[in-house]
């Protein structure tokens, strides 16, 4: 009898864990609005009851127990690794990662702006491809987010390349120039609030921190999406617009990146 207990309690327990690591995964990943759902919502909530631990920690977890200190490509591929392999998180990932990166090694910036920190992964993916004497500012309105942020770039070793500033970027931008002593932006990548790209894109205009060839890249403008970013720069006469295709991080889902030249 208790065999036969012991043995329908193992088999439950091993289609439990086939369907929440393998089978609805699996399912959700070319549905925008599954895939979300699942990962965003119902596994962050299950794990975080479960460990007693947010995702940003454990992420960081995964860096400092399987990334090289002072190696920024380590780092790199802990967290694509952690996220592939045992939790999904929203950074922008490596298939579009590579695109981040070739933009950035076209611009070459000597000041470059991200607005969404998260927990550090694009920031260091940014910074490691700056020229000698370049620096990052990157806002993060979340103190979680940021306080792991921070360990995780000062495991890269790019710490004296970055900025991290915390509080809402509607109040950040306005203070660049004063708090960093600088004229205008060479590259900002907007990784935040979807419904803040169009707020902060005109604020940086406002505040005059895009100069003629400012270089805009915007994530995630299919999925979760940003229409009205996109029709703000495809039908601005002040930007000249292309669309990289690509995926949802770490997901079969459409997504792309969206870079804009600023004409002046």
Request: hydrophobic letters at 40%; a negative charge.
């Amino acid at each position: 009898m208790l065999l036969t207990i012991l043995a329908v309690f193992g088999g439950a327990v091993a289609v439990l864990y086939a369907l929440f690591y393998w089978l609805i995964p699996a399912a959700v990943q070319r549905n925008a609005r599954l895939a979300l759902l699942w990962h965003d919502v119902f596994v962050e909530r299950f794990l975080n009851s479960l460990t007693g631990s947010s995702r940003p920690q454990r992420l960081l977890k995964a860096v400092q127990r399987n990334a090289a200190k002072g190696d920024p490509q380590s780092v790199i591929s802990a967290i694509d690794y952690f996220c592939r392999h045992s939790e999904w998180a929203m950074n922008v990932g490596d298939e579009k990662g590579s695109i981040l990166d070739s933009v950035v090694s076209e611009v070459s910036p000597t000041t470059a702006l991200e607005l969404g920190t998260y927990c550090g992964y694009s920031t260091v993916r940014i910074a490691r491809l700056l020229p000698p004497g370049a620096s990052l500012i990157t806002l993060e309105f979340n103190p979680d987010y940021a306080a792991v942020a921070r360990q995780v770039i000062a495991h890269s070793g790019l710490q004296d390349k970055i900025h991290l500033v915390e509080g809402p970027s509607g109040d950040s931008i306005p203070k660049l120039k004063e708090r960093f002593g600088i004229t205008s932006l060479d590259f900002v990548f907007l990784d935040h609030w979807k419904d803040r790209y169009v707020p902060d894109t005109k604020l940086l205009e406002e505040c005059g921190l895009l100069r003629k060839g400012s270089v805009l890249l915007a994530d995630n403008v299919i999925c979760p999406g940003a229409p009205e970013y996109l029709d703000y720069v495809r039908n601005n006469p002040r930007y000249e617009s292309r669309y990289f295709q690509s995926h949802l991080e770490y997901t079969n889902v459409e997504d792309g990146l969206e870079k804009s030249v600023f004409l002046g």
